[in-house]
């Protein structure tokens, strides 16, 4: 080797060295920056006549596992789901409470069977009547309010919906900006690790408000897909398109969530977000929430009917104890309440009859087979006492036996399925919460700035920094001595 190469090679070595020194330097600088990945500066020798020569510096790149980092990715979206659920049930169980409780459905209906047997007792007694009635309101409101509660957590849901939808636009928009300037630089052989540190922190938000896909162009450049492979970023961003309902009623199907492209055509990809908080708040407006409302319309229309006309012996008596308001308005002279003929949103408008009297509840309204035997007989009375006992089949529903179960036994079902379906939503929770935990502790482990790993590399690094500048002093002696003796 010649002096001269000697002199370059020495040159490269202390540039090498100076430039992975800075790097060191700026990670143990940011080592308690959020989102700060480790850099990295590598280097490779030059061959030059089948012999190593000058230090090749590379490009400074992230020490970041992306599989892992993909891992993370997806358990973010899947925690992110099963969090928004939990929290939404959560507050729905407070509503129908548990079967012992005074306030639930179930003890309501209990209530309701309870005044019939102070009743049977004493049939003629207005007080024992008007319990009965009261009882029978307040099942009422109870249906009425689980109804009012179950719509109007559908309607937070959709109206979250659309502030999702705005999250994932702008992650969307950032996300391009980012892949722009990543673009930019890779084309002049500049580092772009700190901007795709940038990049990461909006395709992890992204990934909280729905699950998605990404793979890198070969410019740097990151391409978003749905869990469907519908694109959401390639050259540039769609448009996420929600508009949130003005009103929300039972068995009411809301707006979808849809994407425009540049070319302005439209694709609904509603069924495509299965995870995030979209998915969650998709899952609560749309299969939750509707189920429940099911269920509870299933047994308010059984109970209308049950109440409608009661079997005494081998007579019927009318009795129509729950109906439904007027269909067309009060004003109108052929607008009467009746009992219901569908189950469909039942529970919403049950109400008790209001032209029924106490003493109906003994005599019935006089336009059936059944004749009351003086004001003290209790056949009604005891007959609607062997409909609570008895076991009827109720409009199939998700997760109910809908085929023989008493009304008090269907009304404990729904609280229990309720109850139920809350404690494993936040048993999943609380579980895959934990594994994205793990997972992101691992992935910071591995990408995270160990100061004593960069400390000691600085260490290495003056060492190799001083080494290049003796042999560096060296040959400028020679080269003086060389030219010395050549005047």
Do not use: C
């Amino acid at each position: 080797m010649t002096l001269l190469n000697s002199l370059y090679s020495a040159q490269s070595g202390i540039l090498a060295a100076q430039t992975q020194i800075d790097v060191a330097s700026r990670n143990i600088a940011n080592a308690s920056t959020d989102n700060y990945t480790r850099k990295v500066q590598n280097q490779s020798s030059r061959v030059v006549d089948g012999r190593a020569g000058l230090v090749v510096i590379e490009e400074v790149q992230r020490n970041i596992n992306l599989q892992l980092q993909r891992d993370v990715i997806t358990q973010t979206s899947l925690t992110q789901r099963l969090e928004v659920i939990d929290d939404f049930l959560g507050r729905f169980e407070l509503q129908f409470g548990r079967p012992e409780d005074d306030s639930s459905l179930s003890a309501k209906i209990t209530a309701l069977k309870d005044t019939f047997q102070a009743l049977a007792s004493n049939p003629d007694q207005s007080t024992a009547q008007a319990d009965v009635l009261r009882a029978a309101g307040e099942v009422a409101l109870a249906f009425n309010s689980l109804s009012n509660n179950i719509q109007g957590l559908r309607q937070e849901a959709d109206a979250r919906i659309e502030d999702s939808v705005e999250s994932i636009q702008e992650a969307l928009d950032n996300i391009e900006a980012l892949n722009g300037e990543i673009g930019a630089r890779q084309s002049v052989g500049q580092s772009t690790a700190d901007l795709e540190d940038q990049r990461d922190v909006w395709v992890e938000q992204l990934s909280e408000e729905m699950d998605v896909q990404t793979f890198r162009r070969p410019d740097g450049q990151l391409a978003v897909l749905t869990s469907s492979s519908q694109f959401l970023l390639d050259q540039q961003p769609v448009t996420v398109n929600f508009t949130p309902a003005g009103t929300v009623a039972p068995d009411l199907a809301l707006g979808a969530v849809t994407v425009t492209n540049a070319f302005g055509g439209t694709v609904d990809i509603t069924a495509s977000i299965t995870q995030g908080k979209l998915g969650g708040l998709l899952d609560l407006r749309d299969t939750i929430l509707p189920e429940a409302q099911d269920q509870i319309d299933s047994l308010a229309f059984e109970l209308a009917q049950q109440f409608d006309t009661i079997t005494v012996g081998a007579n019927t008596a009318p009795l129509e104890l729950f109906t439904a308001p007027p269909t067309t308005p009060p004003s109108n002279p052929g607008a009467v309440e009746a009992v219901p003929v569908a189950d469909q949103g039942y529970s919403a408008v049950m109400q008790v009859r209001t032209t029924i009297t106490g003493a109906e509840l003994r005599d019935s309204d006089g336009a059936g087979t059944f004749v009351v035997n003086g004001d003290g007989d209790a056949s009604l009375p005891l007959a609607i006492l062997d409909m609570f006992e008895t076991k009827h089949a109720y409009v199939a529903v998700n997760g109910l036996n809908s085929t023989a179960a008493t009304l008090e036994e269907f009304a404990a079902q729904f609280i229990g399925y309720q109850a139920n379906q809350k404690a494993d939503f936040q048993s999943q929770f609380g579980f895959q919460d934990e594994v994205r935990n793990l997972l992101d502790e691992r992935l910071k482990d591995q990408s995270s700035v160990n100061i004593d790993e960069e400390l000691a590399n600085l260490i290495q690094l003056e060492a190799a920094f001083s080494a290049s500048a003796r042999v560096l002093t060296s040959v400028q002696r020679a080269i003086d001595e060389l030219l010395q003796a050549v005047a």
